[in-house]
């Protein structure tokens, strides 16, 4: 009797299906798409840096008063001194400067015109005079003791914030309270002497910044 095979095993093994296949973006697509990309790069690149320039920045203690020690008060008739916190140029007039009494006077630094920060120039010269407030973005010029408007398209003089004189001869500028500038910049300065009796300027109507 002849052997028997053995029997055999069957395996059912599922058949691969290949996996359908991903839409691929079209070439329209892709020069779109660069295009628009490009344009919003090179936009960014022209514009970025002068809305970053002239972009209000609300500094630490602006808004609220802000003191400036007797030591960092700059003597009468010398350059003003700028206060990046507080947004402010401390000035301290001669008597008789600009037809002004005499004393320290608190200048915002915008600029009346488009609000751009402006900057003291000592090394500037207009009209055979050095040392002047300079707008760096449209050039208005304001003069170096009460920011006098003198050229450009500003319409009035820088502003102006109260200030307060302390006994100890520290000044306290209320960066909150601003005055619109007017051609009386000169006469709101108030009189400064370290050490003396506490003096502060006037109440004058404030106009929001």
């Excluded at 008063?65 to 007039?93: C, H, I, K, M, T």
């Excluded at 005499?102 to 609000?115: D, I």
């Excluded at 208005?140 to 408007?149: C, D, F, Q, R």
Aim: some cysteine; aromatic content about 10%.
């Amino acid at each position: 009797m002849p052997d028997r095979e053995p029997p055999r095993l069957v395996v059912d093994t599922p058949v691969a299906k290949p996996a359908p296949r991903r839409a691929l973006a079209s070439r329209r697509v892709f020069v779109l798409g660069g295009f628009w990309s490009g344009l919003f790069l090179a936009i960014v690149g022209v514009l970025g840096s002068p809305l970053d320039f002239m972009w209000p920045r609300r500094a630490a203690g602006f808004g609220t008063p802000f003191a400036v020690p007797a030591a960092e008060v700059p003597p009468p008739g010398s350059d003003p001194v700028r206060f990046p916190q507080g947004r402010f140029y401390l000035a301290n007039l001669q008597p008789g400067q600009e037809g002004s009494p005499g004393g320290v006077l608190a200048l915002y630094q915008k600029c009346t015109h488009l609000g751009c920060t402006v900057t003291w120039r000592p090394d500037f010269e207009f009209n055979a005079t050095k040392g002047w407030y300079r707008c760096p973005c449209h050039g208005s010029t304001y003069t170096k003791g009460a920011a006098i408007l003198v050229f450009g398209p500003a319409p009035r003089p820088l502003d102006t914030m109260e200030v307060e004189v302390k006994d100890s001869g520290d000044v306290v500028v209320n960066t909150g309270k601003i005055t619109k500038g007017g051609a009386d910049n000169p006469q709101r300065a108030v009189p400064y002497k370290a050490g003396s009796a506490s003096a502060s300027r006037p109440g004058v109507p404030s106009a929001p910044a």
